[in-house]
């Protein structure tokens, strides 16, 4: 596997086997950039911006050998945002109940329109629910990203 094509190249195709791989070594990424954010400074989760286009290559290319046009992709991140956004939702209070509780006070302040008490809301606190939140957040990424990589390798390839 060319490293180099499968990440970095918008142009050719990929087959399951090499877009696995090249998810794989994104997804890998991405943990670890989260787990940086989460227990060394939030401020590292910016690094993430920087996989963007290698997960545009990636996927562009699979699609490509699928037959499809590569702006196809957006439905895929779409469906991520969507897919990790329920998973969270359902994870947070087993995860992490103590961040949940934290959530469902924003909720709370949210649906009163209270938008003071969230502006108003002391940094500590925020970055205390980030940590409290972090395995629910790595899980539901995890979960999300398999499921879109399952979807995506099952693409047929057209000859």
């Known amino acids: 596997m060319d490293l180099q094509h499968v990440l970095l ?9 090499d877009f696995l791989r090249g998810l794989v ?8 950039i989260m787990v ?8 590292a989760g910016i690094l993430q911006s920087a996989l963007v286009f290698p997960y545009v290559c990636v996927f562009g290319k ?4 699928a037959g499809q046009t590569a702006w196809l992709y957006l439905v895929f991140l779409m469906a991520f945002f969507i897919l990790s ?8 209070p087993l995860l992490s109940p103590d961040a949940y509780k934290f959530q469902m006070e924003l909720f709370g302040h949210a649906l009163a329109g209270n938008a003071d008490a969230i502006n108003n809301m002391d940094p500590q606190r ?15 990424f995890l979960a999300a990203s398999a499921v ?4 995506g390798a099952r693409l047929p390839s057209n000859p």
Do not use: Y
């Not at 070594?25 to 670890?32: D, E, F, H, K, S």
């Not at 699979?62 to 050998?65: A, F, V």
């Open 85 to 92: 956004s329920v998973i969270q939702l359902l994870l947070m």
């Open 9 to 17: 190249s918008t142009s050719g195709r990929i087959g399951p086997r």
């Open 25 to 32: 070594l994104l997804t890998g990424a991405c943990v670890i």
């Open 126 to 140: 925020v970055l205390d629910f980030n940590r409290l939140s972090a395995a629910t957040n790595l899980a539901a």
């Open 148 to 151: 879109l990589g399952l979807v």
């Open 36 to 43: 940086a954010a989460s227990v060394v400074s939030p401020e």
């Open 62 to 65: 699979r699609l490509h050998d």
